[in-house]
């Protein structure tokens, strides 16, 4: 088995993306870029398990590699693409949709949450979602995967679909294992409405979350709405338990500011949640402000973007292809 690390990830071109995502993932992205290959991709197959506007879709597909590059990704050291653009991750799709078993993605979470009440009008896309997902990582051999908590069940599925992918035919650590890089403290950020629920793209209220392209107005004005407490702030997390909203912003709060829950609570404990909003607000503005003046400029020039896709996507194609070759070879295709 090959030694050498591998980093892949991806992110969905539904919508704007928020500071869920930025902690929870796009962080993590640019500090890997120092430790090894990394391959990040703009998911469009998985994003039309859910029906998008065509044109909506294009842009997003756009605005998310403007997204990328405006948090500190380097288009020279990490391999950027979208995923349609790469034929291998379809074809690879199929064959793990042959390996996995359906026992196996009836126990997925993300698909009941997504489908909702009507499973029976659910997509088959949204279904094999996850077999998708799996062939995505293992057309690179990724050793590691840098994501949100949200994404943890759907790994343990790609690790599974390998071992199985291994063994059926034969071949000990032909695909590696892959390792999910997990935040620990930010890696569910909470809408900021309903602690309950996890920061996300398609919720309906805009209030729910801080967008990366939003101004330092706007930022303000979602942070002085957002829920938290009416007690004053306690000393201790332990207090915090039944509390997700006030949770949820002293957690951002302590990310953003580079400081220890332990010492926000100390900085923070019996003062009221408008300091910490206030404060909070503060640092988010320095920090995601100027990544959504850069997402905007970025946008002004749609051929650099799509330049940056080209590329990508004749890299990652090198590498899809080689592997492929391999996997159809063991599998039997000629
Ligand atoms: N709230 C979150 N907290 C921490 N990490 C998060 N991620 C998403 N939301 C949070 C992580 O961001 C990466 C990209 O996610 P995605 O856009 O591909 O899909 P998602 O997880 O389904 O994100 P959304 O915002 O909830 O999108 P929609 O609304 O379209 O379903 C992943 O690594 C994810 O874990």
């Not at 890997?32 to 990040?40: N, R």
């Not at 990490?78 to 653009?85: G, K």
């Not at 995601?288 to 194609?317: F, T, W, Y």
């Amino acid at each position: 088995m090959s030694k050498k690390k591998l980093a892949f990830s991806g992110v969905q071109p539904t919508g704007n993306l928020h500071l869920g995502n930025y902690l929870g993932a796009l962080k993590n992205f640019v500090s890997l870029q120092k430790e090894m290959e990394c391959i990040y991709c703009v998911v469009d197959l998985h994003a039309i398990t859910v029906f998008q506007k065509p044109e909506e879709l294009r842009n997003n597909v756009l605005e998310t590699v403007a997204s990328f590059l405006a948090t500190g990704l380097d288009s020279e050291k990490s391999i950027i693409f979208n995923q349609s653009a790469v034929s291998g991750h379809a074809e690879l799709a199929w064959i793990l949709n042959c390996v996995s078993r359906m026992g196996w993605l009836n126990r997925m979470t993300q698909f009941k949450d997504k489908a909702g009440a009507d499973k029976e009008k659910a997509s088959v896309g949204l279904y094999i979602y996850p077999n998708l997902m799996a062939a995505d990582i293992l057309l690179y051999k990724a050793t590691h995967v840098p994501v949100g908590a949200d994404q943890k069940q759907h790994l343990e599925l790609s690790r599974d679909i390998a071992q199985k992918f291994n063994n059926d035919f034969n071949c000990k650590n032909f695909f590696p294992l892959p390792e999910a890089l997990i935040p620990k403290n930010v890696s569910r950020i909470m809408s900021l409405r309903d602690g309950t629920k996890k920061m996300s793209k398609s919720e309906e209220s805009d209030y729910s979350r801080i967008n990366l392209k939003d101004t330092a107005d706007e930022i303000n004005k979602k942070i002085k709405k957002a829920k938290s407490d009416s007690e004053q702030i306690p000393d201790n997390l332990k207090s915090l338990e039944k509390k997700p909203e006030a949770l949820n912003l002293l957690n951002i709060y302590s990310e953003i500011s580079r400081n220890s829950l332990d010492k926000v609570l100390i900085e923070m404990s019996g003062k009221e949640y408008s300091y910490l909003k206030t404060k909070l607000a503060e640092v988010l503005v320095e920090t995601i402000a100027p990544v959504g003046k850069e997402i905007k400029k970025l946008l002004g020039d749609r051929s650099h973007l799509e330049q940056i896709l080209k590329k990508g996507k004749q890299k990652a194609n090198i590498i899809a292809e080689e592997n492929l070759k391999n996997i159809r070879e063991k599998v039997g295709l000629i």
